[in-house]
Nanobody, 119 residues
Framework: QVQLQESGPGLVKPSQTLSLTCTVS??????????WSWIRQPPGKGLEWMGV???????YYSPPLKSRTSISRDTSKNQFSLQLSSVTPEDTAVYYC???????????WGQGTQVTVSS
């Protein structure tokens, strides 16, 4: 059973960089055809896909966020990370890591982590 766990600061100041890490167990981030995403949900709004890092290390980002978003991975730790720069209060959301593709018979979600952008 694949399990994902987000970690990182719950409070970030405006203009700073938000950094989160997703630790994966029960599966490998290099499993062929697997895809590892970051998704967020601002208060009172729907889910927003931010970007993905595929099993081969290739990355794809949501166009509105592309200029501020970077997703990377550490295969030795079986982790992948999100960096979102120049944050504003509009980036306040619950942030989720997500896995699908070749990693298993279904998709998998982390429990989510609340990040608040405030001075």
């Amino acid at each position: 059973q694949v399990q994902l766990q987000e970690s990182g600061p719950g409070l970030v100041k405006p203009s700073q960089t938000l950094s989160l890490t997703c630790t994966v167990s029960g599966g490998s981030i290099t499993t062929s055809y697997s895809a590892w995403s970051w998704i967020r949900q601002p208060p009172g709004k729907g889910l927003e896909w931010m970007g993905v890092i595929a099993y081969d290390g290739s990355t794809y980002y949501s166009p509105p966020l592309k200029s501020r978003t970077s997703i990377s991975r550490d295969t030795s730790k079986n982790q992948f990370s999100l960096q979102l720069s120049s944050v504003t209060p509009e980036d306040t959301a619950v942030y989720y890591c997500h896995a699908d593709g070749g990693v298993g018979p279904k998709d998998y979600w982390g429990q989510g982590t609340q990040v608040t952008v405030s001075s």
